[in-house]
């Protein structure tokens, strides 16, 4: 989870919204990302969707026994990408100021484990309150 929130703070000190994620096989990080929607005016880099394309394209097998870490509850778009390659195992730093798709990740099978990381809960309660802008934009209210 270490990784994942290095990613997000690495997103903040961009001027972006602090989520961040790494993709694991077999012990080493394959990927890893932040939300880069503001530095890159992107639709879709999510931290998620970041960390999957800095993975590159993998075989099938490679996603199926890789974990995806997180720090923030994943959104439909992102948990889609996650059943979409088959992930079977998420764990989440925190869903207090955000819940995804956990419920549709663990109904399609997926392990989910959430950490209620306090480092995670803090960076982004601060974001939200000193950027709400940026926040109610990128969760679309």
Not at 22 to 35: P, S, T
Not at 51 to 68: C, D, I, M
Not at 90 to 118: K, P
Request: proline share 3%.
């Amino acid at each position: 989870m270490q990784a994942a929130i290095d990613e997000a703070r690495k997103g903040l000190d961009e001027g972006g919204i602090p989520i961040g994620s790494v993709l694991v096989h077999e012990g080493k990080v394959i990927g890893r990302g932040h939300n880069r929607r503001v530095q890159s005016g992107s639709a879709i880099l999510h931290g998620e969707m970041d960390a999957l394309e800095n993975a590159g394209r993998q075989p099938a097998k490679v996603y199926a026994q890789s974990t995806l870490y997180t720090t923030l509850s994943p959104c439909a778009m992102c948990s889609g990408a996650i059943l979409l390659y088959g992930i079977k195992r998420v764990i989440v730093g925190e869903n207090q100021t955000f819940l995804g798709e956990e419920a549709l990740l663990a109904s399609r099978g997926v392990t989910l484990q959430v950490q209620h990381n306090q480092a995670c809960i803090s960076m982004m309660k601060d974001f939200i309150a000193a950027r709400p802008d940026l926040w109610n934009e990128d969760i679309g209210r």
